[in-house]
């Protein structure tokens, strides 16, 4: 009998003392869980597993320090044998949801999330929730449709262009008389003028299934029409459809596009430009943002009058966004342009150009923005103008002030102020403007 009391109490003792280790040990795998020690705490886990394979606890915590590993299937499997036990555990399906979500698996982790939300949940878990979901909806959506209208006035101290002298002298043309060059009146006229003008940009976005491949759509409709001088009436309608790719995890993005364009002038077809425009956007850092883009097109004018003024046209384009701070960013543009007439004897097509803009965008606060921007062309032509007698160079200098206001989500008004001084040694170029334009922005 004293044998089989002591037995019993050898045995209970040894019990006892593999319980006590247990909890030890899942108590330390729990301590390396919250430490976020996650290889530490899936091992110790896997051993108190191969222990006691149904225990809900220990597999509710081993599928935890899995997805924290990014041990996606391991981690379902963990929750799925805890339903075994408790198949109305909502947090273990919650768990599989986000699990099926980072597999992208949006089809099944969009099922089991409306499966829980449907559950008595605290508030703070629904609202998460409707966060997966809808970034599901906006993951899986194929079409996306978005763009802005915009409505706006504008005052322009010289709508012609007109040259700052009123006297030329053309030594391409000799005076018989006199033998020497003639001087012509500039008949070019002085007029000021309002015009209102409507623009809407239309941006279809197609989303192949594939991750990061698009097909985009981009078209823009353009008005400005003078309340007296017709003749400086124009329109624009531009299409640019592309295939656009994704590269290096986001961080590269390219638009494969082309590029159609027509425009009227005094309600006439004027221009048409048709070509390839590939972009090119890379995400260098945080608070950098580099772009680049290259053209090549034909440039067909539509009346006969003006076949001899077609053109290729070829530019590169450069552009960096530099985010200083919180409240400010700094763009710095570049543009090297250049025009090939294709035909005919006109010496004023052929030219090179180049373009350097500089501006800031400062939020003075979340309503307001504004930006001051400065910008310069230098244009050469490459042939000798046959009434001047000498190759034409041409210097453009602007200056820009453009504010904003937010006056809701989708609406802002802008005003803009521009400042254009063009200087050429052909006199006849020589001239300076001031406009002003107020808009009403609606986007959609």
């Avoid at 004023?348 to 373009?355: A, K």
Wanted: net charge positive; charged share 25%.
């Amino acid at each position: 009998m004293r044998y089989l009391v002591l037995l019993f109490f050898i045995i209970s003792f040894t019990q006892a003392g593999s319980v006590s280790q247990e909890k030890k040990l899942y108590a330390d795998a729990k301590e390396f869980l919250n430490q976020k020690e996650y290889q530490k705490a899936y091992d110790a886990f896997h051993d108190l597993f191969k222990q006691n394979l149904e225990d809900p606890n220990i597999n509710f915590y081993l599928g935890r320090s899995a997805y924290m590993l990014q041990k996606y299937e391991l981690a379902i499997s963990s929750y799925e044998r805890v339903l075994m036990v408790d198949e109305n555990s909502m947090r273990s399906k919650l768990e599989i949801a986000k699990c099926y979500y980072a597999l992208k698996d949006y089809k099944k982790a969009k099922e089991i999330f409306l499966e829980v939300v449907k559950g008595n949940l605290p508030i703070s878990v629904q609202q998460n929730i409707n966060m997966y979901l809808k970034t599901i909806e906006s993951q899986t959506k194929r079409n996306f449709v978005t763009g802005s209208l915009v409505v706006g006035a504008n005052y322009d101290t010289n709508i012609y262009d007109r040259a700052s002298n009123d006297i030329f002298t053309i030594p391409g043309i000799i005076d018989n008389i006199t033998n020497q060059p003639i001087s012509v009146k500039n008949t070019t006229s002085d007029a000021s003028g309002y015009s209102h003008q409507e623009a809407l940009t239309l941006n279809h976005l197609y989303r192949f299934e594939k991750d990061g491949y698009y097909i985009k759509d981009n078209i823009v409709v353009f008005n400005k029409q003078f309340f007296k001088h017709h003749d400086r009436d124009i329109q624009m309608v531009e299409y640019s459809p592309a295939l656009a790719v994704v590269y290096n995890k986001s961080k590269i993005m390219v638009d494969y596009a082309l590029l159609f364009d027509n425009i009227w002038l005094a309600g006439d077809s004027y221009i048409k430009l048709y070509g390839i425009y590939p972009k090119l956007k890379y995400i260098y850092a945080t608070d950098t943002i580099m772009s680049a883009g290259l053209k090549y097109a034909r440039k067909k004018f539509d009346k006969s009058v003006d076949k001899d003024r077609d053109s290729n046209v070829g530019f590169i384009e450069f552009n960096i966004d530099y985010i200083y701070s919180d409240t400010t960013m700094l763009t710095l543009y570049t543009q090297l342009y250049n025009e090939k007439k294709v035909g005919g004897s006109l010496t004023n097509i052929d030219n090179t150009m180049f373009n350097l803009a500089l501006s800031t965008s400062y939020r003075y606060n979340r309503f307001l923005n504004i930006v001051p921007k400065i910008q310069w062309f230098k244009k050469d032509y490459d042939e000798v103008d046959s009434f001047y007698l000498k190759k034409q160079k041409d210097n453009e200098f602007q200056f820009l002030l453009n504010t904003s206001y937010r006056y809701k989500k989708d609406m802002s008004f802008n005003l803009s102020y521009m400042y254009m001084k063009h200087e050429s040694n052909i006199v006849s170029w020589n001239f300076d403007k001031h406009s002003i334009t107020a808009n009403l922005i609606l986007l959609f």
